[in-house]
Every structure is written in structure tokens, then in C-alpha cells.
């Protein structure tokens, strides 16, 4: 019974949430640029307005193109599923980082197609881009996942979480797979200085050239879908770097301790997102290579200093 | 099943194999054998998948039969042998024949010389069939040969094209090489004592300098016939200049045959393996890898952009078996057999994806007349059947979940994790290197074949080829309908077929069986992945394709009953400037460009030149993209211009007095004569 509370939970709580997340960033933001910005809970007005408008498609777009919201919503929330955001005793999905970043892919190979499905070239601008982008990124995600694995001992985030939590120590090699797992997130979230989230002006656009054919309903599942990414992605960092309070078993009192913990490091997530994207400006696209690029490189370093230390011991 | 059932079986198969190939030169004349011949050799297929499955799934890994013919070299016979291994390489081989064959009779129903192709191409399925029962060097090199001259006469299919005579001449030449190659390695390891049996040659224990040299040789020899980094450049020559189902069998199991003779001779034949031979062998595989899916991405070719991408997927395959050699000899056998059933997995699923896309490939061909991917567009709306089976394989080549080429790069990937645990620092620090490269090549294939999907099924036509394109007759359809099921299948179950596949590997890396735990767990092997106890994690294919489906599902139910269901249609949007030209929209070269010139322009040399006119001139802006493999560039252009000059000079021999030929002569036997006193 609890676990299938903690299940429910585990699936309804991200999504429900998304939005809001999403809505206080952009609080901050603009507070950070002195504009009152826009109530925290737009995002889900936007979404309702959405999705009762009927939407617009090209003449020409195909089963593909109405599909892929859905599918690629549905493959971002089965890995949002998979993390363990405030109780490691949840059930055992079977999916573990690898295919968390699997589903992810797929996630991205659905949009980039249906970017190119009605033929235009933002679509095309848009679908070149992002798979670029993936490209640069996965290598060096799987460098930090080697790291984490090491130490670890397995691929599964309810292991690497407990053994984060058991205390691995200071580690060289874990500030280096964190700033690996976070550079990864800002490029695959679309957010500054990689993409930008608030743009519209079209030589600039990364994802928004992708779905600029997407209207009502569709477009809905499409901005629900990014809004999950980032909550994927902050509970992604959180549960691996932050594992505290996150409950080992099904005592009512840790698991709400564990859940209140989750929202309050979304928070701190969050904050921090604003006040980087507020700092530092959007980069060219041929500058993404050596973005990653230094990503991958904290990832073997990690590596590499974790064969040192093991050596040393 | 009896031992001589099956060999009764196999034999059946081969003989049906002649019969069909002679039937096959009359075919210009009566082309109404086209269809009963190529019913005929899927039924052969068929009939050669019962003792290969019942090997396999029926009985455990020690499970042998033998069979010695008194035919073939005096004193030698011919050898037969049927193992776990080769029964694997017989399924994929049959999976695709038959595929291939009932495609063919859709494909080749109004082609102008059908004998051409049907004559050679039970014979090609013939020597595919004898290479993994072979069991002396005789046997296997006569069925090896068979099929490669089966394939390079299937690749002179369409010799009125130029491009198709040089394609068809590299080939040979690369597998007479690799022929020789194996040639010299079957004679090092048989030895003075001439024990050309594989079973003398298990017995044999090498010393290190014969058994490397061997070692070294198989991988010279398989590697090209494999397409392994830098002896690949044949293949993307050859595999599309063959009719496409043909192309389809020469990647998705001819490759598999050259990396069964790897995996036979390397795990098998040369002794125990040393650490090293698996370092070379992973490095070689992920640089191959990576090499293999950035020139995916750059070619506008439909079939030899799946040429490209089968190099990248041998390159994935023989990096896990270059690991499972370095866990063998480092005495880890329980890493050994992951490594191994991850390589055998990964080829199995490949065989299947890349038959299917070549087969897709080949139904684009069909209905459109091109394969220039820039000419294409919009297929999803003429082939309609055709474009969701084509998008199975692509999102099974891009290795994403629930799909079966996630599943074994899973398993691939977790073989990597695995090999930061192995002694040696070298292999230490090669391990995230060749798992970089691996997941740099599984990220190029996905934008690659994003790219091969968006532009040729998406979008708007570009041509009045694509625009008034034809779907394809039922039974091409039908091939590739079968191999898209086994794809969805074999990602939502990788239990099933991993339940035999660690058998074969087990069998392999540990014949006298003191494996210290099982290679997956047993019990739930149909719900998950669980690879050995020393890794905690497990990968459902059923809980990821489950999931996916019932999260859409859910999420389609609940935006149905908030919105009103309807839709409008309208011109595209485009930011308010729609272009009714279709010339308007991403081409196949710009979409890769970014990927083009992040990785190209360092290995490959990529070069853009774009001509503007000044402002106000009418002549037209001009675009040409360069590309250089450095394969050519660094190994073979120099080799063939170090040939050329050789054989310039020596040509002089040909036109001398028979005065200097004598003393040339008498010169030659004194030389002989004088090594043979110093050596004694």
C-alpha cells in the first residue's frame, strides 16, 4: 500500500509541479532585472489556455507530427519517473542513468523530427541543432556516469544515491562529475548560455525553431514536456550530489521530511539557475563544442583522479 | 534432434542452395521463376534456421555435433562442426535470407537481367551457411571464398555504371587480402605438424610470438571483411552498388560472418588471448565506431549512408569483444561472458535493424527511382506503410529505449563500466576513452539517422520523384514488417534471446566451466537485464516500452477530455513568411553541417566552399562541400601509388634478352644456394 502511494506520488508529483517550478525562475529572473515579472502561477494558466485552443496544423503535416508531443512527453515523464526524489525504497522501475538518458533521447529524436515534418527551415535550423547538441553532450554524460558508477559501484540511482548519502567523502573527482552533470543539463534544458528559453528571435532559437509549427494542445505537451526536463534535471543533480533526507524506508514522517526536502532543493536549484542565466550571456553556436567539450574533460579528470585516489588507498 | 538430423538438414540446404542457383541462370528466359526461386531460397533459410535454433535454445552450452565428409584435401576430409557459437551466426545469416529473398521477389520482379542477381545469390547464402559450421581451415576458407565471390559477382550487378566496376574491383582486391591474411593465420597456427583442423589448433598450445602473429593476422583478415577502421574503405564502396536486399544480407550477415571468424579464431583457436590483443581490438572498435557515424552523417546517399553506419556498429560490436579478451586474460571470466554476450547481442540486433533500413532504402529506391537523399521528401505521405517500419529501424539504430539497439549497447556500455575495474592501467584508462567514443558514435547515429528519416520521409518533396512516389509491392513490405517486429520484440523481451546468448558466451570464455556466478539471473530474466552480481543494475525493455506506451497513452486520454479534440488546418507558419518553394527547406548537407564542421573539419578534412555573386549579379551562389576519408588519404592512396611505381619498374623484367634472363636465373638459384649454406 505505501509503495504504491509512493508510487503515485513519485509519478504525479514532478508534473504537477513542473509548472510552478518553472513560473519561479522566471519570478527571479525578472526580479534580478528589476521587472516584476509575471504571477508564479502563469505557467499553468498558459498550459490551460493551450489546451483548450484548437490548433493549427500545416496542410501537409503528417500522423508523426501530431504524435510526437505525446511520445516524447511520455518518454520525459518514464525517466522523471525512474529518479528517486525523496525515497530510495520506491519501486524498482528498471530503468537506471543510462536509460534515464536513453529515454531522453528518444524524447529528442521525436522532436527533432517532428521539427522537420512540415517542411520549413526553422524546423530544419531547429532539428540541427538540438541533435548537434546531443551529440556533443552524451559522450560526455556517459564520462560522468563512468565516474559516479566507480564509486558507486552500479548504474542504478536509488544505489548511487544511498551511496552518496553514506558519505564518500570530499572527493576531487565528485565536483568534477558535478560540474560535468550540470553543464549536461543547462545544454540539454535549453537554458543559457546554451539555448534560450525567452527567445524569438529566429537565428537564436535552438528548441523554439523546433516546435514553431506547434500550436493549442499540442504546444501544451510540449512546453509541459520542457518544464518536466528541468525538474528532471534538478532532481537528477539533486539526488546524486544532494541525497539528504531522501528516505531508505517508508516511515510516513521521512517521507514527508524527504519530500519537503526535494521542493526546497528544487528551490535552491532554481535560484541558483536564475541568478547564472542572469549573469552570463547566450553564446554562439560554434561555441557549444567548447562547452561540452569542457564538460567531457571534467568527466574524464573525475575519472582519472578517482584511479589515483584507489591507487593511493 | 539427433546429431545426423541436423547435419541431414544442413546438408539439405546446401544441396537446395546449388539446385536453386542453376535454376537461377535460366531466370533471363523464364522470368516467371523469379518468384518460386526466391520462395524456394526463404524456405531454404527457413529449413537451415531448425537445426541452428535447436542448438541454440533446445539444448546447453557444451551441446557439439560433429560430422567429418570424406571429400576435400587428402589425409584432411572436411571437418563440420555445430556449436552454440556458429548455430547463432546461422540464425542471423538465415534471419536475413530470409528477409532478403522475400523481398526479392517483390524487388527483382521487373528487373531486365534477373539472372544476374539470382544466380549468385543462393550461392552467396550458401557460403554464409558453411562458414560457421566449418571445422578445418579447408572448409572454411572454401565456404568464405564462396562468399565473397558470390557477393562480388552480385555486386557487378549493375556493372553498366562505372562507379559499380570500381566499387566491385576494391572489393576484390580487399578480399583476396583478407583472404590471404587468414590464409597465413590458419598456417601459423596449424603449424610444421600441418594440423589444419580446428580441433588440432585448440589442442595446439602456441607460443606467444605464433600465437600474436596469428592473432594479429585474424584481425587483418575478419577486420576487413568486417569493415574495421582503417581496412573499412571497400565497404561503403561496395554494400550500396549491390541490389538492396543483397546490400541488406552483405551488412546485416556478411559482416557477421568475418566477426564470427574474429570471435572464433581470437576466443578459440590462438591459445589464451593476451590482455593486449583486447586493447587494440576495443580502441580500434570505438575509433571505428565514432569514424563510422560521423561519415554517416556527412554522406547524401541513402545506402552508403548505412554502409557508413554499419561501420559504426562493427566498431561497437568489436570493442566489446575486444573487451571480453581483455577480461579473459586477465582471468575475469564472469566480466569476459558480459562483454561477450553484449558483442553477440549487439550483432544479432544489428543483423536486424540494418536489414531492415537497407530493405527501407531499397523500397525508397523503388518508389522514387533516387537514392539521392536531397531529391527526397515527404515520403511519410506516399509510402505510407513503409515510413513507420523504416522509423522502428531508426530509432533502433539511434539506440534509444524500449528498442533492441539499446538494449545491447546497454549491455555494451555496462561492459565499459566493467573494464575500469581491470588491472592493467593502460586498459584502465582506456575503458571511459572507448566509452566516449562509443557514446560519441551512438549520439552521431542518432542525429544521423534523424537527418536519413527527416529528410527523406519529412517534410516537402523536393523532386517529382518523391512527389508522385509508388508504395512498394506486399512482399517487400511483409520483410520488412517481420524484421521491425523482431526489433520491437527483441527490446521489449532482450531476456528471451540473452537467455541463449550467455550460454554461447559462457561456452566460450569459460569451457571448463568454473564461472563463479551466472552471467544474468535466471529467474527474472524476462521482466529485466540484470548483468552479474557485481553490478547492482538492471534494465527493463518491458517496464521502458510499457511505460512509454502507458504514459502517452495517459497523457493522450487526459488532453482529450480537457480540449475539444478538433484540429484546423492552415498554411504553415514559418514566422509568418512561408516559402512556397520546396527548395526552401533544410537540406540533407546543412542539416549535418554544424556536426560536419564541429568533427570534420579535423578528421575528415570537411571543407565548405560557398561562391556569392556580388550584390545585383544574376549569376546563381554556388555550394560544394569536400570530404576526405583518411583511410584513403593516409593508407591506401600511398600504398596503390607504392604499387603502381613497384610494378612500373619491375614491368621492365618483361621485355629483357633471354641471355639476361638466364643469368637472372643462374644469379637467383646461387642466392638460394648461399641461404641455404648460412642457414645451416
Redesign the interface.
Known sequence: MTALVIFIVQLLAPVALAPLLTGFVRKIKARLLGRRGPPLLQPYRDLARLLRKEPVLAHNASWLFRGAPYGAFGAVWLAMTAIPIFTTSSLNLGLDLIAIAGLLGLARILIALAGMDVGTSFGGIGASREMTIGALAEPAMFVAIIALAIIANSTALPDMSRAMGDGVGLRVSLALALGAIVMIAIAETGRIPVDNPATHLELTMVHEAMVLEYSGRHLAMIELGAMLKLTLYLSLIACIFAPWGIARDAEASVLAAGLGLWLAKLAIGGLALAVFETAIAKMRVFRYPEFLGAALLFGILGVVFLYISQHLK | MSGVDQWFLIGMVHAMFVVLAIGGCMTNRWSALIAPLYALAALACLIGMVPALGTLIAADAGTVSRLVLPVGLPDIQSHLRLDGLAALFLVIVNLGGIAAAVYGIGYDAHTSQPARILAPFPLFLAGMNLVPVADDAFTFLIGWELMSVASWLLVLTGHEQADNRRAALVYLTMAAFGALALLMAFGALAGAGGGYTFEAMRRAMPSPTVATLAALALLLGAGSKAGLAPLHVWLPLAHPAAPSHVSALMSGAMTKVALYALMRGLLELTGTPQWWWGGLLAVIGGLTAALGALQSLTQNDTKTLLAYSTIENIGVIAAALGLAIAFRASGQTLQAGLALTAALFHALNHSLFKALLFLGAGAVLHGTGTRALDRL??L??RLRWTAPLV?IGC?AI????PLNG?ASE?LV??S??DA?GLGH?EM??A???V??????A???A??G???F???AF???PRDDAAATAREVAPSMLAAMAGLAALCLAFGAWPGVPLASLTRVATALVDPSGVLSGPLLDGRTAW??VAPHG???????GL??AL??????????GI?SM???G??????????GF??PS?L???TAS??????R??FGSVVLAARDRVEMPPAGAPEPARFASTLRDPAWHYVFDPLIGLVTRATERLNLLQFLAIRVYLSLMFAALIGLLIIVAVAR
Request: aromatic share 10%; with cysteine; glycine share 10%.
Open positions: 521528401g515527404g511519410i505521405h522509423l530509432l539511434s539506440a534509444v529505449p539499446f546497454w556500455f555496462q565499459v563500466l575500469t592501467w584502465k584508462f575503458a571511459p576513452v566509452g566516449a567514443l562509443l557514446a560519441l551512438a549520439a552521431l542518432a542525429a539517422f534523424v537527418r528519416f527527416g529528410i519529412l517534410g516537402r521482466l529485466v557485481e553490478l547492482t543494475a538492471v534494465y527493463s517496464v521502458a511505460g512509454v506506451a502507458a504514459l502517452t497513452g495517459i497523457v493522450v488532453t480537457v480540449s475539444s478538433r484540429v484546423r488546418r492552415g498554411p504553415a507558419w514559418d514566422c512561408p516559402d520546396p526552401t527547406q533544410y546543412s542539416l549535418g553541417q554544424p556536426l564542421r564541429i
